[in-house]
């Protein structure tokens, strides 16, 4: 018997099969947690249970990056420290896990070298001497270390490279913000501890005596080191201007080309004050212009809780939006760019308010979770008291993630049934990162959880995919900061490569697409970093496809 589910079913097909809209072919993610079977038993470590000091609070971030050129990603979990040693990890170090196919995970820590003992924050990754592996750079409570990749899944701590940065930072970014071809590498750092910790004891928070905040303390300045080649940085913070502006203290960083010029500009989210955004002088010297820009505050003009960090296409207008996470009690903030170029707030008006008052965020990404073509969105959650499990006027300390997905023109919606977190809250979780772990085409998401183990989260999206990674040659290798269009099916999708985001995690370096099934590819748009750009017609219709700079046809003016 033909039902009128059969005919709409029939009807689904046909339109999948014409490429009339991915939209319309696609169906809700859903996403499964595979931890026990990855293999993955890291445990992160982050002080005392108490968490009654200040440092002990904020955890640590996940990078997904190829380690030993294998062709798929591996993942690397930064740790901080245990018990009151406030001097370092205190025994514990950060985690290396190699992928070995089928959801296997092999621990390569000791093989690697790149087991980092120092009190970690955060890692970003980059190729920093175009040799064509993924160099590693973790930030700590100083100091930051930087590993340079050997192949086959070793690494060598730079000793003397320049980026030690002997600071608490928090989340780094690489980017070639003087367009030489080779990465640079900004570096957010948070306050200034005493021997002891925070310097005072306890603080009052909903009738709770709990640790202080960054309030009064001293903030430290962020650093900028360019690269100098053979390994090399070197401080520029002061001749590109970074001294013109106050200490903060930052907690996320992300590099956007906000003039859409090709230069890379680099957007601060700082804890209690004005957030920054650096904008690029032709290469040569940043000017800070959050305010200008609508991007400091809120739209009522107070300064938030900046945490984690997001930019992404969320209305296929090709004009990237910024998203930051904050505290409890607050909403979380999308800003929105206008035609003029600045930015308003649309949160509420985007479905992202009153969804986030009551939970505090930490890392986000924009992604494309079931493969329709548009970006959705996810945020950590976990509060930094674990005291505020006695209080009803809360969540609880662990706190369940979000994803909210996007209806085709930037409103989302939650959508509690795709996570496994929204039936069994698991940990307080802290970074968060995406890429597709078991080559199927579809963005899979790790966790990094505070005093306990991560969340891997495998996606079993039905959607056709697309993943364009590009190989730089006059650019940096891996094209940090190239824009990637792609037009198929009667649409058009942007994606951006960055590194160092969501909150110090690092998300996969390429750009990934969810297509109409069967359609063919019209072309593929890349405007390098530096403001060169090439189309790519012909490309055929694979899982993943390599572009090359050069390879291309070369446009000659580039907006």
């Known amino acids: ?62 990078a997904l990056f190829d380690c030993d050129q294998d062709g798929d990603l591996d993942v690397y979990l930064v740790n901080a420290g245990s018990g009151n040693d406030v001097r370092g990890g205190a ?61 086959g899944g070793r690494f060598s701590r730079l000793t003397d490279s320049g980026t030690e940065v002997s600071a608490w930072s928090t989340s780094s970014s690489f980017a070639d913000f003087d367009s030489d071809g080779l990465v640079d590498l900004y570096v957010a750092n948070y306050l200034r501890l005493g021997p002891e910790g925070s310097g005072r004891k306890e603080c009052e928070y909903k009738g709770l005596s709990i640790f202080c905040g960054p309030g009064g303390m001293e903030a430290q300045a962020d650093v900028l080191l360019k690269n100098m080649g ?44 004005e957030n920054f955004c650096f904008l690029n002088k032709a290469g040569r010297s940043f000017q800070e212009a959050a305010l200008f820009l609508g991007l400091a505050y809120n739209d009522y003009g107070i300064a938030q809780a900046g945490m984690g960090l997001a930019s992404g296409d969320v209305s296929g207008l090709q004009r990237e939006a910024v998203f930051m996470t904050h505290f409890e009690d607050d909403t979380n903030t999308l800003y929105l760019p206008g035609k003029d170029g600045l930015y308003d707030e649309g949160t509420f008006p985007a479905g992202l308010g009153s969804a986030s008052y009551p939970y505090l965020g930490w890392g986000t990404f924009f992604f494309d979770a079931e493969g329709d073509g548009d970006l959705d969105l996810f945020v950590a959650n ?49 970074g968060a990162a995406c890429g597709d772990l078991d080559g199927d085409g579809d963005p899979d998401i790790v966790v990094n959880n505070i005093d306990a183990r991560p969340t891997v989260l495998e996606n079993r999206s039905a959607g056709s995919w697309l993943e364009v990674r590009l190989r730089g040659r006059k650019v940096n290798r891996s094209g940090i900061g190239a824009r990637v269009t792609v037009s198929c099916g009667g649409q058009r999708q942007e994606r951006y490569i960055q590194s160092g985001m969501s909150w110090a995690s690092q998300c996969e370096l ?28 012909g490309t055929p219709r694979q899982p993943v496809i390599t572009l090359v700079e050069g390879e291309g046809k070369r446009l000659k003016k580039v907006r």
């Open 1 to 62: 018997m033909n039902t009128p589910q059969f005919f709409c079913s029939r009807l689904l097909l046909l339109v999948c099969a014409i490429g009339l809209s991915a939209r319309l072919c696609a169906r809700d993610p859903e996403f499964v947690d595979v931890t026990e079977r990855s293999g993955i038993e890291f445990l992160h470590r982050c002080g005392s249970p108490e968490k009654k000091r200040i440092d002990e609070v904020n955890g640590s971030g996940v």
């Open 91 to 151: 025994g514990t170090v950060n985690g290396l896990y190699r992928n070995d196919g089928g959801w296997k995970f092999t621990d390569i820590t000791a093989l690697s070298r790149a087991g980092d003992p120092g009190w970690g924050s955060g890692a970003a990754v980059a190729d920093v001497d175009n040799d064509g592996r993924l160099d590693l750079y973790v930030t700590n409570r100083g100091p930051n270390a930087l590993y340079r990749n050997l192949g």
């Open 230 to 273: 053979g390994g090399k940085f070197r401080d520029v913070s002061r001749e590109w201007g970074l001294h013109a502006v106050r200490p903060s203290y930052g907690l996320g960083t992300l590099v956007v080309d906000i003039g859409r010029d090709g230069l890379p500009d680099l957007i601060v989210a700082n804890d209690t004050r």
């Open 382 to 430: 976990g509060h930094v008291a674990p005291q505020v499990d006695g209080l009803r006027s809360t969540v609880g300390y662990r706190q369940r993630n979000q994803l909210f997905l996007n209806g085709g023109r930037g409103i989302f919606k939650e959508s509690r049934r795709v996570l496994p977190e929204g039936r069994d809250t698991s940990g307080s979780s802290r």
């Open 510 to 537: 390429s750009a990934r697409f969810g297509l109409v099934p069967e359609a063919v590819i019209d072309e593929i748009l890349v405007h390098w970093p530096g403001g060169a750009a090439e189309i790519f017609s």
